[in-house]
């Protein structure tokens, strides 16, 4: 392949996309991840830091695991599997789309989360895929809109990410009369003072960003609660935080629901693949 050194891992999707590569890019750190693209479009990111599209259909039981198995046996080229998903009636064609798609931008911003290592590019290797895919650009916006609103609202987003929040109890809780939606109600099950946020994603089978979005939330209508860690050099955080038991609007907290549409054209859909730009 052609693509010169790049200096970043945008930057190296970017040359990628306008080459049209198909193959995988497997980037180390913490989390690492591995990203395939198909014809220069990301079609798939899988990262330790968040649920793929795989995890989320089976933990939400949006697919039960004896059809997706006999769906894998019937289609064993994963890059197709979408598609038979679709024609055998176990999902719609557009909520496969938006799930997918939903994975991509939510592993891009766990990626983003802490600094990548190196890279390598290897073949393709076959995996369920956002169709037609997404490209780079607009992956790299929405993971920076993504870090900034994270920042804005809380605090350093890395840290959020660290955090172990256990619920409130007691007569007055949020939970108790009635201010939590279902949403937040079954996020709440899940919460138990040990699990991540990402823990917690995945446990539920949804992005690791929308959980932190409404852990947020929790926090300020006191329905959870964590100690907050400090930043790597050992000072306290002096990123900007909301008052313990301050309400923060569901307008400022964009649904995880469908995600940024790619456009056709290359037009950003309000999206991004890391907070140092490609």
């Not at 890279?119 to 290797?125: F, N, S, V, Y």
Request: charged letters at 25%.
């Amino acid at each position: 392949m052609k693509t010169p050194s790049a200096r970043n891992v945008p930057a190296l999707l970017q040359a990628l996309h306008q080459e049209g590569y198909t193959g995988t890019v497997r980037v180390s750190g913490s989390p690492s991840g591995t990203i395939h693209l198909r014809d220069g479009l990301i079609g798939a990111i899988e990262t330790p830091g968040a649920p793929t599209a795989t995890s989320a259909l089976l933990a939400s039981g949006r697919i039960d695991d004896d059809a997706w198995l006999a769906a894998c046996a019937a289609e064993p080229d994963a890059d197709r599997l979408g598609s038979h998903l679709a024609a055998a009636g176990l999902i719609g064609a557009a909520e496969l789309e938006v799930v997918c798609t939903a994975a991509v931008f939510d592993g891009a911003f766990a990626m983003a989360l802490s600094p990548p290592g190196g890279w390598e590019l290897t073949e393709r290797q076959p995996t369920l895929l956002a169709c037609p895919g997404v490209e780079p650009r607009p992956l790299a916006e929405e993971t920076t809109r993504r870090i900034a609103l994270l920042s804005r609202l809380w605090g350093p987003a890395s840290e959020l990410a660290r955090v172990r929040p256990e619920p409130v109890t007691g007569r007055d809780t949020p939970e108790s009369d009635g201010r939590l939606t279902r949403r937040h109600r079954d996020l709440l099950e899940s919460v138990n003072g040990r699990r991540t946020p990402r823990d917690i994603a995945f446990s539920r089978g949804r992005g690791l960003y929308a959980v932190m979005l409404d852990l947020i939330r929790l926090e300020a209508l006191q329905a959870v609660r964590w100690e907050t860690g400090t930043s790597p050099a050992g000072r306290p955080s002096t990123a900007p935080r909301l008052p313990q038991g301050q309400a923060v609007s569901d307008e400022l907290l964009p649904r995880a629901g469908p995600l940024p549409r790619r456009r056709p054209g290359g037009g950003p859909p309000n999206g991004d693949l890391g907070a140092k730009g490609g």
